[in-house]
């Protein structure tokens, strides 16, 4: 026995020969494994955090490259578009032409319009914004065609100010919304010209 009181003499007899080997074997395991699990996982999981991140700026980057180099071209588009109505033509022509425009519109979406009301023409960066405030009452899937038909439109429209509310005693057989909304084209110029 030795002094400390411990049976075996103070010493720790480890298996030898194949028992010992599949000890040691199992112990490096253990090890490899924390060590996997406390440092190996978690770089994984980060280099592939990155790698993703790094796929996704790349395709940002191409896309907005795309954009960047569409940009001349829609620039032109735009103009010409604004460009497209005739010099004699007045604001109140324009605005006139636009709601009728309109109406075409509504009626091939499956609706119609309520009311259009001119709004007074905006001058911004050499281009004049003649506007109409529309009113209308239709179910979404009409009020989306025309929304839609409105936006592809040539020369360009813009929609601003766009306001949906739900009908206060919606019909069941036809749930409709009210829409308000401002339609606008370009023109070139800062004034409107002279009538013929």
């Known amino acids: 026995m030795s002094p400390n009181g411990d049976p075996t003499g103070g010493s720790v007899r480890l298996p030898s020969g194949r028992a010992g080997q599949m000890l040691a074997l199992g112990v490096l395991g253990v090890a490899l494994l924390a060590l ?4 190996g996982a978690p770089l994984q999981d980060w280099y592939a955090d990155r790698a993703e991140r790094l796929d996704q700026q790349r395709l940002l980057v ?11 071209e ?5 103009g010409a578009g604004a460009l497209a109505v005739r010099i004699d033509e007045t604001d109140a022509l324009i605005a006139a032409g636009l709601q009728q425009r309109l109406m075409h519109l509504a009626a091939e979406a499956g609706t119609e319009i309520a009311s259009a009301e001119t709004l007074p023409p905006e001058q911004t960066a050499g281009l004049k914004r003649i506007r109409l405030r529309v009113a209308m009452r239709a179910p979404l899937p009409q009020l989306l065609k025309l929304l839609r038909a409105i936006e592809t439109d040539t ?3 813009l929609i601003d100010d766009l306001d949906l509310r739900a009908d206060a005693a919606p019909d069941p057989d036809s749930p409709a919304l009210e829409a308000r909304f401002s339609v606008i084209t370009l023109r070139a110029g800062t004034a409107s010209a002279a009538p013929p």
């Open 74 to 78: 829609l620039t032109g588009q735009a």
């Open 36 to 39: 996997w699990l406390g440092a």
């Open 155 to 157: 020369p360009p429209l």
């Open 62 to 72: 191409a896309h907005m490259t795309e954009v960047a180099a569409a940009l001349p």
